[in-house]
């Protein structure tokens, strides 16, 4: 039996792309009938939404393609992440960093930016997914299909190095 692949989302108020992030990527897993092999989570690195529901915009643009995040809630990123997930996944390069400041030594998974694994995009900085939380609607429905895409090629990856590797 291939081992559960575990996947962390990480923002700074986990109110916005990680929870998106969390809410598509976990649709795309069901959908590939592969939810008991892959487990996902999101955090933040501040704590100024501890318990919060995910931002309205952030649920309606979600909503609106069938994902519903609204029964998902803000914590905080933790040492112990780094004992339970693979790969934890950072919408940007300042959240990043902070994840890298907590990274023990002995930690084996992937810490990195989770928009590469969308491949090209075209973007203006294709490394990172940007922070909606101060603009208008459009910055969700933008952030949606930025994490869609890069949920796509995360999903992919983790099959061929974990899911369909697990079984040879």
Known sequence: ????T?????????????PTAQGVFEQLVRDAGLDALIAVDSAGTGD?????????????AA???????GHLRARLVTPADFDHFDYILA??????????RMKPDWYLGHVGLFL?????????????????YYG????FERVYELVYQASLGLLDHIRVHHVDAGER
């Open 116 to 132: 590469p694994f969308a491949g090209e995009l075209g973007e203006q900085d294709p490394d990172e997914v940007p922070d909606p």
């Open 136 to 139: 208008g609607f459009d910055g």
């Open 63 to 69: 909503l609106g393609r069938g994902v519903d995040i």
């Open 6 to 18: 575990r996947v962390l989302f990480v923002c700074l108020g986990n109110i916005c792309r990680s």
């Open 91 to 100: 919408m940007d390069r300042a959240n990043l960093d902070a994840l890298e």
């Open 48 to 60: 100024w939404h501890l318990g919060k529901a995910p931002d309205q915009r952030a649920r309606q």
């Open 1 to 4: 039996m291939t081992r559960q």
